[in-house]
């Protein structure tokens, strides 16, 4: 079952004889089942989550609407006129009073009269009902005795929290032999349902979702790794689509706007309920080029939830960047020193200050704290039977070792210690992981929180510096696609850990280049702190030198460009202003001849195309379309009007099309975006250099690669001695 690590409590063991109640005693805290504070912070965690939880289950109200329409106008159903139930449900909320409306739907709240429902034509045979555990709600097996003799061509179910099981296969079976389900659940539930819906006869044929995060509208299609997102994904709905039409694809729609309701949304998703239409392929970083958006067909087996999924992508997007660099995984490269609080504090008061600074003081004899609580209780027992005293004296010893937990400071020559690392981690009040932080032995500390958490764990590892500097690792994880392993890593922990004693160290892995990569990476990004320091205290003294500010400007913009720390419209801005060079071409349009408008011209295309093989086969560059030869941003709003119905969507994909099959191979080392500048939207095409085998040929057969500021075709001994020297056989 998906998300296996769940919350536990302490011991939860008081024997009078042994402990004696005292909220303010050490001992006797440490056996209660929560600490009384920590209980606080689980309930407050998790009424946070019911909440958020709440508000995207009635958001997606409006999509079960739109979905409904959909199905009815597009498949061949018997049809009656009646008020909707999801229109009573959505009028309801509106009619509310003010102060009790979401501020999710304040966008709909203009009118000031009540809104009625009326009568509209819809699916005849067609069930409705809303599904939770609560006496007041319908249950599944209530609903299937209800209907066990009736036949509907849509099932439109509301699953509450933790509502959804294996019955609810028995509502689907009411289906008619072309009949659609469309299923409301939390994102955390998807695997569930998947996993019901095995060996049987009912798939999977969407995943929905309407938009509820915060969006940056300068930016048209971002990728995934740039997003902000104002709920964490478990937190939101989705909304599956579940026939008995079986797809080897799952069609991902899952940041719908409200405002794309209608001929995008009905055009897209069309197409991925069409096996004919629809394109399905392993998760890559260019078929995800409208997410967020409209949406793409995934694979089915390449993903257990929506979270994952979105870490998958992300991923992919990010790997160009690691092209040469090697993965590895701590369960192959380090070892297990502690699990937890106790027995890490147990372990780093045993290091001893000598000058060269020894491990080996067996960590494996200090028990995890657990362990060591049962132990103790054992053992208390036994010697209370003998002697009262020693009992005492036990629980002496013991509070005494929390109090020096309790105020444990990393020593000074902890600095010297190069090899291991400290992972912590949380299940937090409504049983989601938290990773929350790697640190050095220096920079790690204790809290009573961290203490008196049950549910926070504390890994200590040793690293094979043979492999990974520590150094290196932890400005890693503190990177994006660092931040985007921890997360693979916890659904890995979720899907496949242990639930009586997780361990997450052994499901994340790294990207490594060579030891003296790693060496200067680590020096570049010290030095980059320190010129932030140096920053900050300069900025006085640019103040008071006005002289001189321009040329301060220009140096900060190209310093900032070369960190990515300008916006999208500085960053291209300042892009052209260093003009058209071996890594950076202009394109006026994409497929629009200027002097001729009539139609998309192959051979334009062809000379966008050509640039991206140039620069493959060279050093990589940046390609940008919407921008004249003499950097003035014209844009392709023409374009975008004359040949794909107004829709850069629609310009995006047809972009796509052209890449993967003119430029066969090579999806990972080109991503490309539509940018909006100043309303004129023109698409940026960054390319990483290819560094093995035998490069990139347009079409198969025309090899081209760029010569300040030109892209050439070579061919004949030419091309045969560029080859040679300028890509490697292999990897290896």
Not at 265 to 283: K, M, R, T, V
Not at 326 to 355: C, G, M, P, R, V
Not at 487 to 512: C, H, M, Q, T
């Amino acid at each position: 079952m998906r998300h296996k690590i769940e919350m536990s409590g302490n011991i939860g063991f008081l024997n009078k004889n042994l402990i004696q109640k005292n909220p303010d005693d050490i001992f006797y805290l440490s056996f209660i089942r929560s600490h009384p504070k920590v209980q606080t912070r689980y309930e407050q965690e998790s009424i946070s989550f019911n909440n958020l939880l709440e508000e995207s289950r009635k958001l997606q109200l409006k999509l079960l609407m739109e979905l409904e329409e959909f199905i009815m106008i597009n498949y061949d159903f018997k049809r009656t006129n009646r008020v909707s139930m999801l229109d009573y449900k959505w009028s309801n909320i509106l009619n509310k009073k003010l102060k009790n409306r979401l501020w999710l739907f304040l966008d709909y709240l203009d009118e000031s009269e009540p809104i009625n429902p009326e009568k509209k034509e819809q699916i005849k045979n067609y069930l409705f009902s809303e599904i939770d555990n609560d006496k007041d709600v319908n249950s599944i097996s209530k609903l299937y005795k209800d209907n066990k003799n009736k036949k509907f061509d849509c099932i439109t179910l509301e699953f509450h929290k933790n509502s959804y099981n294996n019955k609810a296969l028995n509502i689907f079976s009411l289906l008619t032999k072309k009949g659609m389900s469309i299923v409301s659940i939390p994102a955390k539930d998807y695997f569930d349902v998947k996993e019901s819906l095995d060996k049987t006869d009912f798939y999977i044929n969407a995943l929905c979702s309407q938009r509820d995060h915060d969006y940056d509208e300068e930016v048209l299609h971002h990728n995934l790794i740039n997003q902000k997102f104002s709920r964490p994904i478990y937190s939101r709905y989705i909304v599956l689509i579940i026939s008995r039409n079986a797809y080897d694809h799952v069609f991902i729609g899952s940041e719908f706007e409200e405002s794309s309701f209608g001929f995008d949304y009905d055009q897209y998703l069309g197409e991925g309920l069409n096996p004919e239409e629809a394109f399905s392929g392993s998760i890559s970083s260019i078929d995800w080029a409208l997410i967020p958006g409209l949406g793409e067909s995934a694979n089915v087996k390449d993903f257990y939830d929506l979270e994952n999924l979105y870490s998958q992508i992300k991923y992919h997007e990010l790997k160009g960047d690691y092209l040469s660099y090697k993965e590895h995984s701590l369960s192959n490269t380090a070892s297990l020193k502690t699990s937890d609080i106790y027995q890490a504090f147990l372990f780093l008061s045993n290091i001893k200050n000598t000058t060269k600074i020894s491990l080996k003081n067996k960590a494996a004899s200090f028990e995890p704290h657990r362990l060591f609580l049962l132990n103790f209780i054992k053992k208390a027992f036994s010697e209370n039977q003998k002697s009262p005293k020693k009992t005492y004296e036990l629980e002496e010893q013991y509070t005494k070792d929390v109090e020096n937990l309790l105020s444990f400071k990393a020593p000074s020559y902890f600095h010297k210690i190069d090899k291991l690392l400290i992972l912590e981690w949380r299940v937090d009040g409504a049983n989601n992981c938290q990773f929350c932080g790697i640190f050095h032995l220096k920079d790690w500390t204790v809290s009573e929180e961290k203490y008196w958490d049950p549910n926070y764990y504390i890994e200590c590892i040793e690293i094979d510096t043979k492999v990974v500097k520590v150094d290196y690792l932890l400005m890693f994880y503190k990177s994006q696609m660092g931040k985007v392993l921890i997360d693979l890593a916890i659904d890995e922990l979720n899907a496949n850990g242990d639930s009586r004693r997780p361990e997450l160290w052994k499901y994340l892995s790294f990207l490594v280049p060579s030891q003296k990569l790693q060496s200067k990476t680590i020096e570049a990004i010290k030095s980059i702190e320190n010129l932030t320091k140096t920053l900050k205290q300069s900025q006085q003294s640019i103040v008071t030198s006005p002289e001189n500010i321009e040329d301060i400007i220009k140096d900060l913009k190209s310093w900032q460009a070369s960190l990515g720390l300008l916006n999208n419209s500085s960053r291209i801005e300042h892009l052209i202003s260093e003009g058209e060079s071996d890594i950076l071409e202009f394109k006026q349009t994409f497929s629009l001849d200027i002097k001729n408008k009539t139609k998309k011209e192959i051979y334009m295309e062809t000379s966008c195309l050509k640039t991206i093989c140039g620069f493959l086969n060279s050093k990589g560059g940046i390609l940008l379309i919407g921008v004249s030869d003499d950097g003035k941003i014209i844009g392709l709003s023409e374009e975008i009007e004359l040949f794909h119905k107004q829709n850069q969507d629609n310009l995006l994909k047809h972009f796509k099309n052209k890449i993967s099959h003119r430029i066969q191979g090579f999806d990972d080392f080109i991503s490309y975006k539509a940018i909006s500048i100043e309303k004129k939207i023109i698409i940026e095409v960054t390319t990483k250099a290819i560094k093995y085998g035998i490069g990139c040929y347009l079409d198969g057969k025309d090899f081209y690669i760029r010569r300040n500021p030109g892209t050439d075709k070579l061919e004949g001994q030419e091309l045969v001695i560029y080859n040679k020297g300028h890509f490697e056989e292999s990897k290896s």
